[in-house]
């Protein structure tokens, strides 16, 4: 899919901005965390300005022609226009009045705007707080405009949250990496991979070795014990909204779960969910919190 920066001759009415958040979220159906069923109808439209707004800034990061950098400099421009003045791409125009009415400040929106200029060329972590620190621009701030839509800014909240969203990035990671090495992309800690003997070159190879289903095994864990953290988020979320942040949590598990079936080798197949399982989790997700919640 080509993308473009934003332009003038974008600027729609609040209406038909909204339908455009929606219709991409929608078109992307297959990325998009929780089914339509499940978001909050009171909020629902939000959570498609905040999911369009990410999508458009990943996209503009991983698939745009020409110079990314630059695009995403102009990204940002109109960015800085919802909080200050007029901006013109219906996905800003839309995001300008969600941002108002929940009074959601920038930061988090320009984290990730930032994530995605840090994946433009080379990129490496030295060691696994570097690499935390990327989360925190990458995955955080998404777990905490949903905070911000549902009214909870509470501190509490906002770290379990943010051990959750690390945990999602992170298993993301442990399952793309061979599709991330060929975008030049390792997000393998570098001081990890010299712990365990693995070297780029075991990357690109057609199946992992057993150095690197080792460091695969250490990262798995360590991110299964970020997710465990994250859990009792849940408990503080009500609504179908709780029944979404358990999906996230319990779909990354379940990635982590598919990693550890292949015998952690990543290369030779990418580990994955499949269709059923995924209709399981939600079912026996549904089933338990209607338990917990019976009066």
Not at 242 to 255: D, E, M, P, Q, T
Request: aromatic fraction near 8%; hydrophobic fraction near 45%.
């Amino acid at each position: 899919m080509a993308v473009t920066a934003p332009a003038t001759e974008l600027v729609t009415s609040l209406a038909d901005a909204y339908a455009t958040c929606i219709a991409l979220a929608k078109s992307h159906y297959e990325n998009f965390p929780v089914a339509s069923f499940f978001l909050p109808q009171k909020i629902r439209r939000d959570l498609y300005v905040a999911y369009a707004f990410c999508r458009h800034t990943d996209d503009l990061g991983d698939e745009a022609k020409g110079d990314r950098l630059r695009l995403l400099a102009n990204w940002e421009q109109e960015l800085l226009r919802v909080y200050g003045g007029q901006p013109t791409h219906p996905i800003m125009i839309a995001l300008q009045d969600v941002v108002r009415r929940f009074e959601i400040p920038i930061e988090p929106f320009r984290k990730l705007i930032k994530a995605n200029r840090m994946d433009q060329g080379r990129v490496r972590f030295e060691t696994h707080d570097d690499l935390v620190r990327y989360c925190e621009h990458s995955a955080v701030p998404v777990g905490q405009i949903v905070l911000y839509l549902l009214s909870d800014q509470s501190e509490e909240s906002m770290l379990l949250s943010s051990s959750t969203c690390i945990a999602l990035q992170l298993s993301n990671f442990w399952q793309d990496v061979s599709r991330d090495f060929a975008m030049n992309r390792v997000y393998l800690p570098s001081e990890d991979m010299v712990r365990f003997g693995v070297t780029e070159h075991d990357l690109a190879c057609a199946t992992s070795n057993q150095a690197l289903k080792d460091l695969l095994r250490f990262e798995v864990c360590r991110t299964q014990e970020l997710f465990e953290n994250g859990l009792p988020l849940i408990d503080r979320i009500h609504g179908r909204m709780k029944l979404g942040v358990a999906l996230f949590s319990k779909s990354g598990i379940r990635v982590l779960s598919a990693i550890r079936g292949c015998d952690y080798d990543v290369l030779a197949k990418r580990p994955t969910v499949p269709a059923l399982r995924k209709a399981w989790l939600v079912l026996s997700t549904v089933a338990r919190l209607a338990v917990v919640n019976r009066p």
